[in-house]
């Protein structure tokens, strides 16, 4: 259901779908050029029962502006971790690059779908 919803919104005009609720990060789609994340996991969490639930990606947009326009030109993603009920933290090295790369790989898994 929330794939269609998404498609909607992009068909009638958004550029950009920024879900959410979900406490895992959830797959990106680029649909017709644009972007939809789903779920960027969790930030500020106090359950420390499950890795999944101690991850969380942060998504940083750049808009230029041109013609009374703004348009989506860059995306960044910042994987994060939380530690001791609440506290997050950038992941660095290793485990930057495998956070990526799961994100990566459940994103393609979801375009096969399509």
Known sequence: MWRPASHFRLDAGADLILGNHPHWIQPIEVYKGKIIT???GNFIFDQMWSVKTEEGVIGIYTFQKKEGMSKLVGVEF??????????PYFLAGDAYLTALTDLELQSRALAKKL
């Open 38 to 40: 789903y779920a960027y």
């Open 78 to 87: 910042k994987p994060i971790k939380i530690k001791d009920y609440g506290q």
